[in-house]
């Protein structure tokens, strides 16, 4: 029975690329430094929402192509952290409210961020960077 990984790409929403450990690795520490910007109380609460939502994105892709996948939209790597960390459809809902709050910022100009969405981004992105980080690295 195929993943539903595998399933997507079939329907060509994913597609199948081997690991880099070098890749990983430069999203992890992407992300990392973001996060720890984000959790800076001394930024604009928008500059923590941006960083916050882009770490939660690079350790996001870093899960998906520790799985051996890519995406072409920014959305979808959220949305499979179910099938590559498991995270709970609470927590990365999480991060697709953020994901939708991010384009309406980026795309309209709305900027309706208050700090518990800032605060959940950050819990939930910690939570991914956790179990990116347990799978280790990639297979040889």
């Known amino acids: 029975m195929p993943s539903p990984l595998d399933n997507l790409v079939a329907t060509g929403k994913l597609h199948a690329e081997p690991a ?30 941006d960083l916050a939502y882009n770490a939660a994105h690079a350790f996001s892709l870093a899960a998906l192509r520790h799985r051996g996948y890519r995406s ?25 409210g953020a994901h939708k709050k ?15 969405l800032v605060e959940a981004t950050i819990r939930v992105a910690r939570e991914v960077e956790r179990r990116v980080r347990a799978l280790g690295a990639v297979p040889a």
């Open 20 to 49: 880099a450990q070098a890749e990983i690795d430069g999203l992890l520490r992407s992300g990392a430094v973001r996060i720890a910007d984000a959790e800076k109380s001394s930024n604009s609460l928008e500059s923590r929402f």
């Open 72 to 96: 072409d939209n920014r959305y979808l790597v959220f949305q499979v952290l179910p099938h590559t960390v498991g995270l709970s459809s609470v927590e990365w809902r999480v991060l697709d």
């Open 102 to 116: 991010r384009n309406l910022a980026e795309y309209e100009g709305t900027t309706d961020i208050d700090e518990a």
